[in-house]
């Protein structure tokens, strides 16, 4: 596979399978969660947003894959060389992950309420920790499969990366 499109497979690929994980989760739970969804929590850990089950999923649709296709673009349009794209392909990984955790832990928690109120729904603050230790995970395995293509580009394209003679790296 050329490197181009295996980078562009790599940076896609984690958005939509966390937008499949978080569709299977709801369609999972679909008959345990009230509606509206809980979708916002305070400090405290209390639903203080809601939003219709209709429109959650044409949301995290939105977010993820829109994410997705902002990421793939604005790494295959970066010029400052394959550096500047693993970082970039690192942080779509790490915010896939916390998105993809955030929004089905969201759902787990409406569904574990067994309420027909939202308002019920309660989300301990805890829980954004674990999304974040997902997206440190996720991020650095961008990182190692962002890396893996570096090994695989001539090196010509590699000299891209190291100033010239006389420049600033």
Known sequence: MRPVRR????VALPFVLA???????????RDRLPDPLATHFGADGKADGFTGTGAFLSVV???????????LVST???TKGLRAQRFAVTLGYGMSGLLGHAFASLL????NADAT???????PLWQLG????VAAVMGALGWLLASRDA???PNTLMERDRPAAGERG
């Open 76 to 78: 295959t349009r970066l």
């Open 61 to 71: 649709t939105a977010v993820l894959l829109g994410s997705g296709l902002l990421t």
């Open 7 to 10: 980078r562009a497979l790599v």
């Open 151 to 153: 090994a695989s580009v």
């Open 117 to 123: 109120r939202a308002s019920r729904v309660s989300q």
């Open 108 to 111: 787990v928690a409406n569904a």
């Open 130 to 133: 674990i999304a974040l230790a």
């Open 19 to 29: 937008w499949a994980v978080v569709v299977a989760t709801f369609a999972g739970l």
